[in-house]
Structure formats: structure tokens, C-alpha cells
């Protein structure tokens, strides 16, 4: 039987680091060999899971967090209009004043 090992190598000419998968050699039977494979898979699995659910934490988090942004943005552009209001009349006054 053989199995596949990847070990991590440097490469003097191209500075850099690469992942070498190398056949051995293995004398482990067949269903020895199918449980390591699927222990492999069910861990892999699980770490899948783990980040899809912390995916989704996130995401709702930043929904929030933009739901809020949104209404805080709609508050501030409010109360900019209301003081751009508020100058143009006094602006408007001014002018008035000064053509008695």
C-alpha cells in the first residue's frame, strides 16, 4: 500500500517554501488504512463546521453593525439638513438687515 506524505520544503533558488507530496511505502492493512482516511475526513469535516458557524456569527454581527451604521448615518444626514437650514436663514436675516 502506499499513503501520501506532504512535507514542507525550501527552495534555495526561488526563495520559497513548497508543499512535496511523497509516496511511501506502508505494510498497514487496507481497513487500517480506510479508518485513518476517515478519521482524516471526520476532522476535516468538524473544522469545517466550527468555521461555517463562526462564519455566520460574524456575518450576523456585521448585519448588526451595519443595520446600525445605516440609521446612524440617517440621523447624522438629518441633523446636517436641519443646521443647512438653519444658516440659510440666518444668512437670509443678515441679508435683510443690511438692506434697511
Given at each position: 500500500m502506499f499513503l501520501r506524505r506532504s512535507i514542507l520544503q525550501y527552495d534555495d533558488r526561488g526563495n520559497s517554501w513548497a508543499v512535496i507530496d511523497?509516496?511511501?511505502?506502508?505494510t498497514m492493512p487496507q481497513g487500517e488504512e480506510d479508518k485513518l482516511e476517515l478519521s482524516a475526513l471526520e476532522a476535516r469535516v468538524?473544522?469545517?463546521?466550527?468555521?461555517v458557524d463562526?462564519?455566520?456569527t460574524e456575518n450576523e454581527a456585521l448585519k448588526v453593525q451595519q443595520s446600525q451604521l445605516t440609521a446612524e448615518r440617517a440621523t447624522l444626514i438629518e441633523k446636517t439638513?436641519?443646521?443647512r437650514s438653519r444658516v440659510e436663514a440666518m444668512i437670509a436675516r443678515l441679508k435683510s438687515m443690511e438692506t434697511r
Open positions: 511523497e509516496p511511501t511505502f506502508t468538524d473544522d469545517l463546521i466550527k468555521t463562526s462564519l455566520a439638513e436641519l443646521a
